[in-house]
């Protein structure tokens, strides 16, 4: 039996806990509040609720260009990350790899640095080369931001695989693609899962690297900039609380994916 006092510190933990919880998300909260009803001189209005406002962003034609540039630009940018990820920790994991710690630190360092840096850094390389900037010089932005976060979970995964796997399979005389594919590929698809919608989370929401690098392309977290010029409405409000929502649902996956024990087996 745990004694009075004891419950008393867990009750106080969890309100505590609680407390902590709502202040995090009180902002997110009154944010879609104020998405389905209106103020007036700073009182609410509650007879006003209304959808309305998620239909009427959901039905301009530059939302909707944005979120499919967002959506396109995540998808190449993870796809991408991802199999320079499992290359490179292939390579790095090897003996007597040349160069580990310097490519490990070209793959680190975009993540590592503020990403106006990084953003800056992009766009005076893709003026110098003569590259016009559009989806695919965002592509490569998030790319190398996010090349970071599946390179490490990846090679961290594959640190931990024992090594007699693959020298038995070597010993049963399979070729190196038949050992990647029977044996790593399995063994680090669960790294590499993770990782992809890490890296998602990131590319989703970035914005910086993004406005060095747009062009006069548009993704959401720019459309989303640039409607909060003028003054928060209810579309405003209705289209953030959105984008929170999905960057929270990423977020509840990843968490759901990254288990203590997941590197561990």
Known sequence: MRSRGERAVDLIAALFVALVL??????????????????????????????????????????????????????????????????FALYTDREGAVGRQAMELTIYLPFLLPPIVTGLSLLVASAQLGVSRGIATIVVGHTVFVLAVTYRLVRTRLEAMPRSLVEASSDLGASSLQTFRHILLPYLLSAI??????????????????????????????????MMRVGFTQDINALVTVVLAISIALAIAISVRMKPAEFMD
């Open 193 to 226: 899962v993770t990782g992809a919608l890490l890296a998602l989370t990131l590319s989703f929401d970035e914005t910086l690297i993004t406005v060095f690098l747009s062009g006069d392309r548009m993704t959401l977290p720019l459309r989303l900039w640039a």
């Open 22 to 87: 709502l202040a995090l998300y009180s902002p997110v909260l009154i944010n879609a509040l104020f998405s389905v009803v209106a103020l007036d001189d700073g009182r609410i209005v509650w007879e006003s609720f209304s959808l309305a406002p998620y239909r009427s962003v959901w039905s301009d034609p530059d939302v909707i260009a944005s979120l499919r540039n967002t959506v396109q630009v995540a998808l190449f940018a993870v796809g991408a990350a991802t199999v320079l990820a499992v290359l």
